[in-house]
């Protein structure tokens, strides 16, 4: 795995809400008799519905050797787009169930291509709704969709398939609180590797539940990198445009 600077944070803040209705959540009374069965279903109840959404995301970035901090506007049609723009529109990305899109006017790049690239960065197979869900705090692969085996430690739920797939082990910890996930990790022992979300707070916005503070750390031997997502001045289902297009001239990456 190696690690890019522009296209990473790019990638990742695209792919990876204050308003006067927002507020961070907070914790109630902890439930920790659900089965597996029962949690899922909580879960699923839990999950953000909304048309349209608009954001400041503040991105800090470290890769051991290099610090960084940004702040892009963002905003997103559930199921349609996700879209990103920095400062005067030098760097803006476009993310749609068919393809990954961005250009960068301080080098004159753009990229257009599929999910190919972050499917082999993180080492599973990544699609628009998997990075919709990293995004919004849902589980990146349908809970429903898997047998899961159930325990608590450390004050969270602990899901995992009761069968593990061959080449990476899953892990889900849901928050026996709000029975929102709390972290979901990828590991490849084989490959060393090994991607974990945790998502530090989350907020209430027009009583849907969406995740304040998401850090991103990514693994692969010796290398490690930190991303830190927050989301401020969030709302909800607004009239939104995502105007995209790459500048004539611009030469494109080949990832």
Request: charged residues 25%; proline residues 4%; neutral net charge.
């Amino acid at each position: 795995m190696t690690f890019r600077t522009p296209i990473y944070i790019i990638l990742f803040s695209v792919l990876l809400f204050n308003c006067k209705s927002t507020k961070t959540v907070a914790v109630g009374e902890a439930n920790y008799n659900l089965s597996s069965r029962q949690l899922i279903k909580e879960n699923a109840r839990k999950s953000p519905n909304y048309k349209t959404l608009k954001s400041t995301l503040k991105i800090t970035y470290d890769d051991g050797k290099n610090t960084q901090s940004h702040s892009v506007s963002f905003r997103a049609k559930k199921d349609e787009a996700l879209w990103m723009s920095a400062t005067f529109s030098v760097v803006k990305a476009l993310v749609t169930p068919e393809k990954v899109s961005f250009y960068n006017k301080l080098d004159n790049t753009y990229f257009e291509g599929d999910y190919t690239y972050l499917s082999k960065l993180l080492g599973t197979e990544l699609d628009f709704n998997k990075v919709q869900n990293l995004l919004i705090g849902d589980a990146i692969f349908d809970l429903k969709e898997d047998n899961y085996k159930v325990y608590v430690d450390e004050g969270s739920y602990i899901l995992q398939p009761k069968r593990q797939q061959e080449l990476f082990e899953i892990f889900f910890l849901l928050d026996p609180f709000l029975f929102k996930v709390k972290s979901q990790q990828i590991s490849q022992p084989k490959e060393l590797r090994h991607l974990q979300i945790d998502y530090l707070s989350h907020q209430e916005v027009d009583k849907q539940i969406l995740p304040e503070k998401v850090k991103v750390i990514a693994v692969e031997a010796n290398e490690e990198l930190i991303i830190g997502l927050e989301f401020k001045n969030v709302s909800l289902n607004e009239d939104l445009r995502f105007p995209f297009k790459i500048p004539s001239g611009f030469k494109e990456i080949k990832l």
